[in-house]
């Protein structure tokens, strides 16, 4: 990121297309890409957050990929999603995907001497979010009014990715040059102010053009 001005954070984690041929260039390639980021309700309720602190305050993860398909892509990012805390509930059980814990409990819920063990299933209507939809995946569709911060599971190309966090970058850059020469002329018109007060003026932090009472 360009002189820190943006705070939003880009974190890899290998996933299930991370043997893609090195020679590829991946940048045509398919990702899945976590997006949180704050809400205005839950702990903050009632803030209207400007476009530079809204994007100074999300980050993202690619969380799968590179893939040479789109397709393989959106499969990892429905299994992003189902286990992703966001959506608890709210999706429609995946029988090709089951963790070590859901493992266990089908394990424990069979019989001795019985092989066949039962298979995770669900009504897809019964879910809001199911293992044919396309992405994005947004939480806020659950309407948690408590949650603190949202997230988004989208499918993308590392291109894509690149140009959006690089447009981030550029508006930020300009609204602090923007802040910069906004705080300097308010600096100009004070010392200004000051010298033709006369007065004794003391400022918080301290700045070269303060009065003391000493000098008055």
């Not at 499918?155 to 970058?169: F, P």
């Amino acid at each position: 990121m360009s002189s820190g001005a943006n705070t939003t954070n880009t974190k890899v984690t290998a996933g299930d297309g991370a043997s893609v041929d090195a020679a590829t260039d991946t940048k045509d390639q398919f990702i899945v890409v976590t997006t949180t980021y704050p809400t205005n309700y839950g702990c903050n309720r009632g803030t209207t957050w400007t476009r530079a602190e809204m994007i100074s305050r999300t980050s993202r993860e690619v969380s799968g990929g590179p893939f040479a398909s789109r397709e393989e892509a959106v499969k990892e990012a429905r299994r992003v999603r189902n286990h992703s805390n966001y959506f608890i509930d709210a999706c429609e059980p995946d029988p090709e995907d089951c963790s070590d814990d859901d493992q266990e409990e089908d394990d424990a819920a069979g019989t001795e001497g019985n092989s066949t063990i039962p298979t995770r299933t669900g009504n897809a209507s019964e879910y809001l979010f199911t293992n044919t939809d396309e992405p994005p995946y947004r939480s806020v569709e659950l309407e948690n009014w408590d949650n603190d911060d949202e997230e988004c599971i989208d499918v993308m190309t590392q291109k894509k990715l690149e140009e959006q966090e690089a447009k981030d970058d550029a508006y930020l850059r300009k609204e602090n040059m923007k802040r910069r020469y906004k705080l300097t002329v308010e600096n100009e018109v004070t010392k200004l102010q000051i010298r033709d007060s006369g007065r004794v003026h003391y400022s918080t932090p301290q700045r070269p053009f303060d009065v003391p009472a000493e000098l008055e």
